[in-house]
């Protein structure tokens, strides 16, 4: 059984920062890619970012591209989203997932656990 725990979110300023951490348990963590997703209310969950499970590899929705900066530390078994130039259309719950393939990925039917989200409110 794996289990998810993200971490990092909360109340931020447009134009402000957040970095969201997500530890994950119960798997050999580097054999497997990562994704960050989010759900705004009354919205479907969207994808944010993804990367391989060596980190070499990784793919941004085109909403954040250049503003969000997924990493990983499989020494620490965490996978990171750093938050810049935020604004208010990415408030939204994140989540991470983890899926059973070295390869990144961008659908969510692709990933095979999921935690529980982090809620991060951008405030104008």
């Known amino acids: 059984q794996v289990q998810l725990q993200e971490s990092g979110g909360g109340l931020v300023q447009v134009r402000g920062s957040l970095r969201l951490s997500c530890v994950a348990s119960?798997?050999?963590?580097?054999?497997?890619?990562m994704g960050w997703f989010r759900q705004a209310p009354g919205k479907e969950r969207e994808f944010v970012a993804t990367?391989?499970?060596?980190?070499?590899?990784?793919y941004y929705a085109a909403s954040v591209k250049g503003r969000f900066t997924i990493s990983r530390d499989n020494a620490q078994n965490t996978v990171f989203l750093q938050m810049n130039s935020l604004k208010p259309e990415d408030t939204a719950v994140y989540y991470c997932?983890?899926?059973?393939?070295?390869?990144?990925?961008?659908?969510?039917?692709?990933?095979?656990?999921w935690g529980q989200g982090t809620q991060v409110t951008v405030s104008s």
């Open positions: 990367i391989s499970g060596s980190g070499g590899a990784t």
């Open positions: 119960g798997r050999t963590f580097s054999s497997y890619a």
């Open positions: 997932a983890i899926r059973s393939s070295r390869t990144e990925a961008i659908r969510t039917s692709l990933y095979d656990y």
